[in-house]
């Protein structure tokens, strides 16, 4: 564990999911970093257009990784606001700590807690509570909506962005078809899983039926096609792609033997994308995610 704040334990059914993010999956991430945070700057921008944070306002950023939101958030209510970053992970945490620090982000305005937003107890001291997909890998997610519910102000609003059905962002289920040529998903492993995954909340009916239980008002899906830049050259695109996603959980989840056919998968992946190749040597494909908004009632 970190040093610093951590509101309450993690809850036994997300224990595996929290391994899984605070070890292989926080490695992946940071490594391959520049391109997974980079690929969603576009969309973090829409949903603050959107949905602007209060001048002033107090911030709750849930599942915040590295904290880029949770200092983008800090910006944006300005010197008289504050933005708390929260996540499972304590080396997400102790990494977003240092570089808000490193920063020069007046210690005033911004602070990070490892929690588990499932067993969390936060009071109701937000405006705003964000999220950037890191809202879809709870196992118990009505609990989990409802305790970042009671971190709002009454009428403070949920603002999100999670990933539409994984069929949706043509990038990822094109990934995994790939890698399904050389692999099955087998029915034992040892790996840990991130729980139900990134594309748990893609069904809207799925989305607004737990918000609406959590007990969310004026719930708003916004579906959002966007460029999703997945490299500057075809080696990053491969890497990010065999880092993190449906493709990469399924060599992780295949252990030694899905090891041995990374480099057949590497190959036929750049074969793959070789057509989505830009004249800049990038590569760019299409991603779907959803624009969420709810409000915890007056
Ligand atoms: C896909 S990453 C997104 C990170 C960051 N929001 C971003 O956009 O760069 C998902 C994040 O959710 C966090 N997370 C997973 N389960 C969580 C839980 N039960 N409570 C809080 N955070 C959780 C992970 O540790 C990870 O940092």
């Known amino acids: 564990m970190s040093d ?3 509101a309450g334990a993690v809850a036994p059914a997300n224990e595996e999911a929290v391994r899984a993010w ?9 490594q391959n970093r520049k391109v997974f945070v980079g690929a969603l700057t576009e969309v973090t921008e829409d949903l603050f257009d959107r949905f602007p944070p209060p001048p ?10 590295f904290g ?9 209510v300005g010197a008289d606001g504050f933005a708390l970053g929260t996540d499972s992970s304590p080396r997400f945490i102790e990494d977003a700590r240092l570089e808000a620090a490193e920063s020069g982000v007046a210690p005033e305005n911004i602070g990070f807690e490892v929690a588990d937003a499932q067993t969390a107890e936060w009071g ?24 970042i519910r009671g971190a709002l102000k009454p009428g403070g609003g949920l603002r999100k962005i999670c990933w539409r059905r994984k069929g949706e962002s043509q990038f990822w289920a094109e990934t995994e078809g790939v890698v399904e040529r050389f692999l099955t998903r087998p029915a034992e492993y040892d790996a840990d899983t991130c729980g139900p995954g990134p594309f748990s909340l893609g069904n809207p009916e799925t989305l607004e039926g737990i918000l609406t239980a959590a007990g ?6 916004h579906s959002r096609d966007f460029d999703y830049f ?12 065999l880092a993190i ?25 750049r074969e793959h994308y070789r057509q989505w190749q830009q004249p800049d040597g990038s590569i760019v494909g299409r991603a779907a995610v959803w624009i969420v908004g709810a409000t915890n009632p007056a």
């Not at 880029?68 to 944006?76: G, K």
């Not at 001291?125 to 009505?142: C, I, K, L, N, W």
């Open 4 to 6: 610093g704040l951590q």
């Open 22 to 30: 605070d070890t292989v999956l926080y490695e992946r991430w940071k």
């Open 56 to 65: 002033g306002g107090r911030c709750i950023d849930i599942g915040c990784g």
């Open 68 to 76: 880029e939101t949770t200092q983008r958030l800090a910006e944006l």
């Open 124 to 147: 109701p001291e937000y405006d705003y509570a964000f999220s950037r997909m890191g809202t879809q890998f709870f196992a118990a997610p009505v609990p989990a909506m409802r305790a």
């Open 216 to 221: 969310f008002e004026e719930i708003e899906l």
């Open 230 to 241: 997945m490299g500057g050259d075809m080696e990053e695109a491969v890497d990010s792609l």
């Open 245 to 269: 996603g449906p493709g990469a959980e399924l060599i992780r989840l295949n252990g030694e033997h899905g090891e041995s056919r990374r480099e057949e998968i590497a190959e036929a992946l």
